[in-house]
């Protein structure tokens, strides 16, 4: 072959191929670029997610028909005794009844714990009564059921109420009637605001149990 043959086969072989080179290394900058874009967005965005804060706000209409970001609500602290009330009734019920279903069991003691702060007096005597050998609610709903009927619930004054119910218990396996006992509890409550969406599903009114003391009547 001789040089001028040779050089043309170069210029040939430039043209045809290094054209491709050139793209095929542009491509692969802009996939390592795109990549390093994706991951960055990806972390950004699992930042946000941890670290952002959604504010609620209402959007109103004023007098002329202009939108107008409404003033945030007042927390509603003076509820209605009859809501207090309904809340203290389920608050025993939850509290006291025995059911052989186990998750309606752990749920009706999650409503109930929901009332309560773990740093208060009436959630250590609480806990400490349901730890006691034949107060254990899994161990008697192996052998009982109990039904809870509130008969009252009467503000003393102040912080304090009075709740009185009855409690019916049966057998497990044959619902004869064990026993009917009646009790009375004096409870002393407080109204805080509820934040997350945990507390406003159990409890929405933000009532908390402070202190309880529950005697049986005995006639």
């Not at 086969?9 to 692969?28: C, I, P, S």
């Not at 279903?101 to 003691?109: F, G």
Request: hydrophobic share 40%; charged share 20%.
């Amino acid at each position: 072959m001789s040089g001028d043959d040779y050089m043309r086969a170069r210029q040939e072989w430039e043209d045809r191929f290094l054209g491709q080179r050139k793209t095929v290394r542009l491509l692969v900058a802009l996939s390592a670029a795109s990549l390093a874009i994706g991951g960055l967005g990806l972390c950004y965005g699992a930042w946000a997610s941890i670290n952002s804060r959604f504010v609620p706000y209402v959007v109103a209409v004023d007098k002329i028909g202009r939108t107008v970001v409404a003033p945030s609500p007042e927390t509603v602290d003076n509820w209605p005794p009859a809501v207090i009330r309904r809340e203290l009734a389920n608050f025993v019920r939850n509290l006291r009844t025995i059911t052989p279903d186990l998750a309606v069991l752990r749920r009706q003691a999650g409503e109930a714990a929901a009332h309560l702060h773990r740093n208060s007096a009436a959630f250590q005597k609480i806990s400490d009564y349901f730890r006691s050998a034949g107060h254990m609610p899994v161990e008697e709903a192996k052998t009982e059921t109990v039904s809870v009927d509130v008969g009252s619930v009467n503000h003393i004054g102040g912080s304090s109420w009075r709740v009185e119910w009855t409690e019916t218990a049966y057998g497990r396996q044959d619902g004869k009637l064990i026993g009917k006992h009646d009790y009375v509890a004096t409870m002393i409550v407080h109204m805080a605001p509820v934040h997350s969406a945990s507390e406003l599903e159990s409890n929405p009114l933000g009532l908390f149990v402070d202190d309880i003391d529950i005697q049986e009547v005995h006639v």
